[in-house]
């Protein structure tokens, strides 16, 4: 049987390989709140569960500005009002379908229910906002 003297290894393929396993996908970025450049550093302060989160003014691990100009999130509140009448459609959907309410009656219990995702889903929206805007005009 032939054995070749030297084992050749591509070097190039297994660093492309190595540093694709250790950057997040941009689907795990986003949900993680992670930069969308570098897709490890953090968009917000970590520790502050209780009280509303603080953003970092940049990327801690690249550097990247969050906020390019002055009311720049103001896109944020369109992402923002569209996963809000989703979800508030999907929750009354759920209370009329559980309990054959009225549609207005179920319409206000879906209110109701929504206020406690209210903060969740605005600062998720930051987050998209600005992984889609990063999408778009990179810089």
Do not use: N
């Not at 917000?44 to 940049?58: D, K, L």
């Not at 390019?68 to 009002?81: D, P, Q």
């Amino acid at each position: 049987m032939f054995r070749p003297a030297v084992t050749i290894r591509p070097i190039a393929s297994c660093s492309i390989q190595r540093a694709m396993a250790e950057t997040p996908s941009r689907r795990h970025a986003l949900l993680a709140a992670r930069c969308p450049r570098c897709r490890t550093g953090a968009i917000f302060e970590p520790g502050r569960r209780i009280r509303w989160p603080h953003m970092y003014p940049y990327c801690p691990a690249c550097g990247l500005k969050y906020e390019r100009e002055e009311g720049y999130f103001l896109g944020a509140m369109y992402i923002s009002y569209g996963f809000a009448l989703l979800l508030i459609a999907a929750l009354s959907f759920g209370v009329w379908a559980i309990t054959r309410l009225g549609f207005y009656a179920s319409v206000i219990a879906g209110l109701i229910l929504f206020v406690p995702f209210a903060p969740l889903i605005a600062i998720f929206s930051r987050v998209a906002w600005i992984h889609f805007d990063r999408a778009v005009d990179p810089d």
